[in-house]
């Protein structure tokens, strides 16, 4: 049971080069969610689907798009990198009003 | 839409202090409300979480909180703090019902020896 697992954990990026972060959890949950962590702002949600086949905006969804593909899978796409999507980028998963279980994040630079 | 505000950003505390890490959310239905921490260099993980009932719940590692209904408040405690404790914390909001979870800006805490 590995919870939720993200790749790669560590990226650079060109400005202007597109890059697709995956994200995949084994405890069946309906909900899965993206955020970028940034100093002093907290988790910020980019995009988050309640159930397998919708997505839904967040609060900083411009530049990045989101595909579910399956109950399982939920990918964040940058389609042109820009230096402000510096960031660390966790999915999680949740299941009903429960908690969310976090993976181990994605680091990534844009130069 | 729903806020969370953590007004202390940054708490310095020695070993057996006591500490207490302000939360307060905005949203006029029922909630459910998290309290999750992050060791340096990690994920982040539950601590504890209230849906309904007792508004005074326990989590992990001797910490609780109270939810105070009117004051739209979910205060983070503990008695005596330890040096492992050192991590930031992180407030969280799920109204009833519904997906989306909005997180606090974060509160680091930094035991002293």
């Known amino acids: 049971n590995a919870g939720v697992t993200q790749t790669p954990k560590f990226q650079v990026l060109k400005t202007g080069q597109s890059m697709t972060l995956q994200c995949a959890q084994d405890?069946?949950?309906?909900?899965m969610y993206w955020y970028r962590q940034d100093p002093g702002m907290g988790l910020r949600l980019i995009y988050y689907?309640?159930?397998?086949?919708?997505?839904d905006k967040g609060e900083v969804p411009n530049g990045y798009n989101v595909s579910r593909l399956n109950k399982r899978e939920f990918s964040l796409r940058l389609e042109s990198a820009a230096p402000s999507q510096t960031s660390v980028y966790f999915c999680?998963?949740?299941?009903?009003?429960?908690?969310?279980?976090f993976g181990p994040g994605t680091r990534l630079t844009v130069l | 839409a729903q806020s969370v505000s953590q007004h202390n950003h940054h708490v310095i505390l020695s070993e057996a202090a006591s500490l207490e890490l302000g939360c307060n959310y905005s949203?006029?239905?029922?909630?459910?409300l998290f309290w999750y921490v992050q060791y340096p260099g990690q994920h982040l993980q539950l601590l504890l979480k209230?849906?309904?009932?007792?508004?005074l719940v326990k989590g992990i590692k001797g910490f609780e909180a109270e939810f105070i209904k009117s004051k739209f408040s979910f205060n983070l405690r503990k008695p005596s703090v330890q040096w492992s404790d050192t991590a930031e914390y992180f407030c969280?909001?799920?109204?009833?019902?519904?997906?989306?979870?909005?997180f606090g800006t974060g509160t680091k805490l930094q035991v002293i020896p």
């Open positions: 405890m069946n949950h309906n909900s």
């Open positions: 689907s309640a159930s397998e086949g919708t997505t």
């Open positions: 969280a909001v799920k109204p009833g019902g519904y997906q989306k979870v909005t």
């Open positions: 949203y006029g239905g029922t909630v459910n």
């Open positions: 999680a998963s949740g299941q009903g009003n429960n908690e969310q279980f």
């Open positions: 209230y849906f309904s009932g007792d508004p």
